[in-house]
């Protein structure tokens, strides 16, 4: 799996920092619905770990965007 900020720094290009600051702020809690979610496939112990890194980093990356 790709780390998240090769996609993130795909979207900026593409897109710019607004639609990708929402692009994330959406994935974020698609994931962390999907990792709670008991019959979701992102719960499940193989892919949990991928989906809680990919919530981390895209944290990670909107709190630097987010400091001066």
Known sequence: MRPESERIA??????GPEATRAWVERTIRIYRDQVARPRSY??????????????????????????P
């Open 10 to 15: 795909f979207l900026l290009r593409r897109d």
């Open 42 to 67: 992102a719960s499940d112990s193989t892919y949990r770990p991928r989906f809680e890194r990919a919530i981390r980093e895209f944290e990670e990356w909107m709190s630097e965007v987010a400091s």
